[in-house]
């Protein structure tokens, strides 16, 4: 199953945080936060502007990126926990 976001919206698929501290003390499952460090899966086409024009998005499938802890709305697609959240959630893209 495939699925495509509409407008500026992405599809992010969370990427697991260390389980353990700078230290070494494994944290266990239920003391984790939800990282807020993805990888994006899909992306829209992009919004329209004042004129009627789409404008393409910053974001490419494949990109690793930073969102807000509470960012986007959490869905399950094809039995796998996945986010879409529009362009303007994302803090930043992951270089290097």
Request: aromatic letters at 4%; a negative charge.
């Given at each position: 199953?495939?699925?495509?976001?509409?407008h500026d919206r992405v599809v992010v698929?969370?990427?697991?945080?260390?389980?353990?501290?700078?230290?070494?003390?494994i944290i266990p499952d239920t003391a984790k936060e939800k990282?807020?460090?993805?990888?994006?899966?899909?992306?829209?086409?992009?919004?329209r502007d004042d004129s009627g024009k789409v404008v393409a998005l910053d974001v490419k499938e494949g990109?690793?990126?930073?969102?807000?802890?509470?960012s986007g709305t959490e869905v399950k697609v094809g039995g796998e926990d996945l986010?879409?959240?529009?362009?303007?959630?994302?803090?930043g893209v992951i270089e290097g």
């Amino acid at each position: 199953m495939s699925f495509r976001p509409l407008h500026d919206r992405v599809v992010v698929r969370r990427v697991d945080s260390e389980e353990k501290t700078a230290g070494g003390i494994i944290i266990p499952d239920t003391a984790k936060e939800k990282p807020s460090e993805g990888v994006i899966v899909s992306v829209g086409p992009g919004a329209r502007d004042d004129s009627g024009k789409v404008v393409a998005l910053d974001v490419k499938e494949g990109d690793r990126v930073l969102f807000g802890k509470w960012s986007g709305t959490e869905v399950k697609v094809g039995g796998e926990d996945l986010l879409i959240m529009k362009e303007s959630d994302i803090m930043g893209v992951i270089e290097g």
